[in-house]
């Protein structure tokens, strides 16, 4: 079968192998990729700076969309032609997450989706949104992201930006009950943003401490729950924004890694929270699944490449333009 395999670090460690078809052996199935969805993370890892240990050669990519077609003895849960998505974190099925369940994240500790084929215990898949199509392969890290995050959404959610988890916290808020605000830059975006649902929109090239602005337009009230994406480029603004006794939940950090907190603002002032998010559990991801097939929920896409030109998604990815996910068609 075809697939990418990361040999060295950089987009030119990514090279085309041909690797044997897997065979599903008890309580395995087999899964034929439909397509994969790339994340911040996965470039992270090609470049060689990820916060936790790769060995190469790697097949990357942790989020797809595929179909079952061959199920191995004592399966119960699947069979041919169930369309699924893998898990990010295979080991963590429930309840609290553990530091060992570090140990297997798929792209990273065990190979990932860039391959036709790839096998998987029954209960490392979940069942895909049946009215989605390859862009269900965007699921498993973005979007189970938000859904975790905004479990505890409160009233107001503050997202920063148009990438993949404040697009899916965007369209996910409505269905916790919770109006979304946008901070994004241009016009452009502002009227995506609008588009797509947003209750209010700043656009931070116009109002660079957008912090304070947020408490402007929301009556001095502030975000219950801010989605912090950027890290250094954005957390003093995050923390002004937010309401008292709120929630910052940090899942990302596209400006930076290492960050100054002002301890008075943030736990004095705000009497704030700190939470840190990395996807959820396959229980978690079940019930999202359900809930964006009740409201009809799909993801915003930017582009779909082949397989082909797996190094014009990365670069797509690597670029900062990109609004919505960036997919890779395996057939």
């Not at 670029?319 to 997919?327: D, Y």
Request: one cysteine or more.
């Amino acid at each position: 079968m075809r697939a990418i395999q990361l040999q060295a670090f950089g987009q030119n460690g990514l090279v085309f192998a041909d690797l044997p078809v897997p065979a599903p052996g008890p309580g395995e199935v087999l899964v034929r990729v439909d397509a994969a969805s790339l994340n911040h993370r996965d470039l992270e890892i090609v470049e060689g700076r990820y916060a936790m240990p790769v060995t190469l050669p790697l097949v990357p990519v942790s989020d797809a969309v595929g179909e079952v077609v061959e199920c191995g003895p004592g399966v119960t849960q699947w069979h041919a032609g169930d369309r699924v998505n893998p898990v990010f974190f295979p080991d963590w099925q429930d309840g609290p997450f553990h530091a060992d369940h570090f140990l297997r994240q798929r792209g990273a500790g065990i190979d990932g989706t860039l391959r036709e084929y790839t096998v998987h215990a029954e209960h490392e898949l979940v069942r895909a949104p049946h009215h989605l199509g390859i862009e269900a392969a965007t699921l498993p890290i973005a979007a189970l992201t938000a859904w975790r995050a905004l479990r505890d959404a409160g009233q107001r959610v503050l997202v920063i930006g148009l990438g993949g988890v404040s697009l899916f916290a965007l369209q996910l808020a409505k269905v916790f009950g919770a109006a979304a605000w946008v901070v994004t830059r241009g016009e452009d975006k502002v009227q995506r943003a609008r588009s797509l649902g947003a209750d209010l929109v700043i656009d931070r090239g116009e109002h660079p401490q957008w912090g304070q602005r947020v408490h402007e337009q929301s009556g001095g009230l502030g975000a219950d729950l801010v989605i912090e994406v950027g890290g250094a480029a954005t957390m003093a603004q995050s923390t002004l924004a937010l309401a008292v006794g709120g929630t910052m939940a940090i899942v990302g950090y596209l400006g930076g890694a290492d960050v100054s907190v002002n301890l008075k603002q943030l736990f004095i002032a705000k009497r704030a929270r700190l939470q840190g998010h990395t996807v959820g559990s396959r229980r978690d991801f079940t019930e999202m699944n359900e809930a964006l097939t009740l409201h009809g929920i799909r993801p915003v896409i930017d582009s779909c490449h082949d397989l082909d030109h797996v190094s014009a998604a990365f670069s797509r990815l690597a670029s900062g333009r990109a609004v919505g996910k960036v997919l890779i068609r395996l057939r």
